[in-house]
Structures are given as structure tokens and as C-alpha cells.
């Protein structure tokens, strides 16, 4: 067996998987796997319990909500690069998710997966950030709406509490100017350094411990990008200022 | 689960992975596996028929779910099936075991996209790594096999 011990746990409500989460000690939550299980195969995590959201119905809905498009918990990267209401209300969002991982990886994948996991080169995040968009967690004690802002802490660190279960994200409408452009070593790799425009504002991510807003005129002011085998922190400041330089040229 | 049309009880283990029960468990070890984690894309499988990695799911995940492996393609006996039979033609492989992978990605992305651009078959291979190729083989069989798969 690769992964470590751990207790499986497939509620079939929302309900049911707050319920667990509020009681287990050392849960994770499951959804579409592609980082979690990778995690779990090289035993980096060994949760004691694995509460699998997959069985909950109704929980893969794409709507539109206050101009922009909701993504819920089980709705799949793939789905999400597919819809056409994305496409309408949110092409920002359609961009942004082609350009996570693979086709393969996205028929699985899923956006809140992304939110949660908060890899700080993921794009995702930066795109939810840059647009103002927020999240709803449910816990047994309530819901409660996170906006971007306040969610990432650090890297794969968010303020969703150990009790809380994502349940949706809600990306504003972006009829604004957008774009979204990243440096990787290979095609589907994640970023060096990328960068998400929408109207004045820039999202950066895979420059710091989490998705950080970012002056366009001097995008790498107060940067302190980390240096490892890929790029030196010198060369991804660089391409920060090449990113930008691209989504502010149109 | 159902896998390659008939049902199979779920592993006790939850830890068990997809990829090693169907190896392991049910014999089927057409499906490859080389990194298991989700980037060299050899033990591809088709789950609900949209190409997934199976190394990335608990095999408990696909309790009351269609799995079709290369196994699953063509039985013995009968024509190779055309993205098998396109890659045979067009020299798709070397070595081999990114084999089965690729083919189960290209089942998939000609669902997707029945006649790919040259731009759909490079996004639609690139979760897929071959030592051997170059890729330029596997190119052309991606297009050989729209050309075969249309009626």
C-alpha cells in the first residue's frame, strides 16, 4: 500500500461531511484527489481519516449568482473549461482553468480542490483573488463567506478552519479587460511565474507564499520569490516583469 | 464496479489504489504504472469513458462506476481498436510502456474532439510522457486514428 493508514469516511450530505469534519481529529477532505492523493501516495500527508465528499449529490452545480458564476465542491476543472455559462460570464475563469495541469488531470480535478489545496503557483487562486471573488465554507457551526483577500495565509495554508468543508466559490462576472499569462518549463507544469489581469488590478502567483496583488507599473516591488532548481528568485523576478509587461500589452 | 463491461466487488482496503487493484487484484496489468503521481500519465484508464489517472483514485472511488482499461478495447480475436490500430500503422511506439496510456488519453481526446487540430493533438498528448518516440510517431497516429475512427 503507498498511502499511510487512514479511516474512509463517503458521507452522502453536505450535512453528513460537516458533521465529520466537526468531530474527527486529523480529517481531510477529498474531492477530485490530484493533489491530495499524490501527497498521500509519497506519505508527505498521512491524515488519520479521509472524509470523500465524491458520493454527496447536487454538489457539482456550475450557476450563475449576482452576474458571475458559482463553481461548486465537486464541479471538475473540465466541466468548469466546458461551460458555456463560464465561458458567457466568466472567460477570465475559462482561461485560467485550461491552463491547470492536463485535460486528463482536469476530468478529475476539481476549482474548490484548487482553492483549498492553495498551492501558491496554482492559478486559480490568483484568479480568484484578482477578481474579488469569495468562498462559502459549512461547518455545523454555520456558513461563512471568505472573500479571496482573506483566505490564503501561506503556502498550502488558507483560513478555512479543520471543521469547515468548501462547499462553493463564487467568481464575479469579468466583462473588464483580462488576461492570463505564466512561464513553466513545461506545458502544464505549474508556473515559475504567472500573472492574472483583470481591468487595472494583477494577481501574482509562483512569486510568493501565496497569490499576491501586485502593482502593474512596478510589479516586483516588495517581491521576495524563492529560489530551486527551476529558477533562481533573480530569473522569476524577471519573469514577472515579462508577464506583466505581456498582460498589460493589449 | 464494472470493469471492461463486468462487476467486481470493491477492495476491503481502502488504501488501495486503482491502478494497483486493477494490476494487483483483477490481473489487468495492461495499465502501467510509472510515477504514481499523476504526471507521466502511463496507467490512464477511462472512467464513466472520460480518460482519468488511476493512480490518483482510491480504488473505493470507483464503487458503482464504468472502468474501461486497454484491456477493455478490443478483445482477443477481434480488430484492434482504431487508436490501437493507428499506432500500430504509424510506428507509436518503441519501448512500449507509456503504450497503453496514450491510447486511453487519445480515446479520450477524440471523444473530445473527433477531428483534433495539430494544436488539440499537442494539448491532448502533453499529459503523456514517452522516452522512446520523439512523439512525431505518436502525432501522426493521433491523426490516423480520427481518420479511422469516422464511420
Known amino acids: ?250 | 464496479m464494472r470493469v471492461n463491461g463486468t462487476v467486481h466487488p470493491a477492495p476491503t482496503d481502502p488504501r488501495r489504489l486503482l491502478s494497483d487493484h486493477l494490476r494487483h487484484d483483477l490481473g489487468l496489468t495492461g495499465t502501467h504504472v510509472g510515477c504514481e503521481h499523476g504526471v507521466c500519465g502511463c496507467c490512464t484508464i477511462l472512467l464513466d469513458g472520460a480518460p482519468v489517472r488511476s493512480c490518483l483514485m482510491l480504488a473505493v472511488q470507483a464503487e458503482g462506476h464504468e472502468v474501461t482499461t486497454i484491456e477493455g478495447l478490443a478483445a482477443p480475436g477481434v480488430p484492434l481498436h482504431p487508436v490501437q490500430q493507428a499506432f500500430h500503422e504509424c510506428h507509436g511506439l518503441q519501448c512500449g510502456f507509456c503504450t497503453p496510456g496514450f491510447v486511453m488519453s487519445v480515446v479520450g481526446l477524440l471523444g473530445q474532439h473527433p477531428d483534433p487540430t495539430p494544436e488539440q493533438v499537442e494539448e491532448g498528448i502533453s499529459g503523456n510522457l514517452c522516452r522512446c518516440t520523439g512523439y512525431a510517431s505518436i502525432r501522426r497516429a493521433v491523426h490516423r486514428a480520427a481518420e479511422l475512427s469516422k464511420p
Not at chain 1, 75 to 85: F, T
Open chain 1, 1 to 250: 500500500m503507498k498511502p499511510a493508514p487512514f479511516q474512509y469516511h463517503a458521507p452522502t450530505s453536505v450535512e453528513d461531511a460537516c458533521a465529520l469534519l466537526g468531530s474527527l481529529e486529523d480529517a481531510k477532505v477529498l474531492a477530485g484527489g490530484q493533489s491530495l492523493i499524490p501527497l498521500l501516495n509519497f506519505r508527505l500527508a498521512r491524515p488519520a481519516h479521509l472524509v470523500d465528499i465524491n458520493r454527496i449529490p447536487n454538489l457539482n452545480r456550475i450557476y450563475e449568482q449576482d452576474g458571475g458564476v458559482v463553481v461548486q465542491a465537486l464541479a471538475r476543472q473540465a466541466e468548469v473549461e466546458d461551460s458555456k455559462l463560464v465561458a458567457q460570464r466568466c472567460p477570465l475563469l475559462g482561461l485560467a482553468v485550461r491552463l491547470v495541469a492536463h485535460r486528463v488531470i482536469r476530468n478529475r480535478g476539481t476549482v474548490c480542490g484548487s482553492l483549498a489545496h492553495a498551492d501558491p503557483a496554482s492559478e486559480l487562486p490568483a484568479t480568484l483573488l484578482v477578481l474579488n471573488g469569495h468562498m462559502v465554507a459549512r461547518s455545523t457551526r454555520g456558513t461563512r463567506i471568505i472573500p479571496a483577500a482573506d483566505f490564503f495565509t501561506s503556502v498550502f495554508e488558507t483560513t478555512l478552519a479543520p471543521d469547515e468543508l468548501l462547499v462553493e466559490a463564487w467568481f464575479p462576472a469579468s466583462p473588464g479587460k483580462y488576461a492570463i499569462a505564466e512561464e513553466s518549463r513545461r506545458h502544464g507544469d505549474f508556473a515559475l511565474a504567472g500573472g492574472v489581469r483583470y481591468g487595472d488590478r494583477l494577481a501574482l502567483f509562483g512569486v510568493a507564499p501565496t497569490p499576491v496583488l501586485a502593482d502593474p507599473k512596478n510589479p516586483t516591488r516588495g517581491l521576495q520569490p524563492s529560489g530551486d532548481l527551476e529558477a533562481t528568485p533573480e530569473f522569476r523576478l524577471h519573469l514577472v516583469q515579462v508577464v506583466t509587461d505581456r498582460l498589460f500589452a493589449a
